[in-house]
């Protein structure tokens, strides 16, 4: 063989390492983390009924810019929870839906554990609404457990 024909192969060789490479970047991937990612503004405040408002992950959870979803652990809990609807539900926009952990019909100030895949929005930013039975009534603690970047 050549010295140009060992060129061509190593020159393909390269491009198919570079072109498998790529396609793995588009389909993107779970990052999966040992310790969840947490927020000061997510550790268990007492919060009220709200409508959707934004959580720039970035600034408050510092996940990567960008991502395409993440692996939300919820635990809530609320002092009026027996008698009243109380939830919490994440959506990557300020528009109808969302996943929902709900703490409604159980004891009150009892915790409920959920584990969300929720979507991002492009800037990889997710929104919040809650549904509480007062005035700072739901206690919310939120953890990043992965992103899909």
């Not at 809530?76 to 528009?95: F, K, T, V």
Request: glycine share 8%; hydrophobic share 35%.
């Amino acid at each position: 063989m050549s010295n140009f024909d060992e060129k061509i192969i190593e020159r393909l060789k390269r491009l198919e390492r570079e072109v498998e490479r790529l396609r793995v970047k588009e389909q993107g991937k779970w990052h999966f983390l040992t310790t969840p990612l947490t927020s000061t503004s997510w550790d268990g405040d007492a919060r009220s009924t709200t409508d959707k408002t934004l959580i720039d992950l970035s600034a408050v959870f510092g996940v990567p810019a960008g991502v395409k979803a993440v692996l939300v652990n919820i635990a809530l809990r609320d002092s009026g929870s027996a008698a009243n609807e109380c939830n919490i539900s994440l959506s990557p926009s300020s528009g109808a839906g969302g996943m929902t952990a709900r703490c409604s019909g159980i004891a009150n100030d009892k915790f409920v554990n959920a584990c969300l895949t929720v979507p991002c929005d492009t800037n990889g930013d997710i929104y919040y609404e809650i549904t509480a039975s007062g005035t700072g009534t739901m206690d919310v603690y939120l953890q990043i457990y992965g992103y899909w970047l």
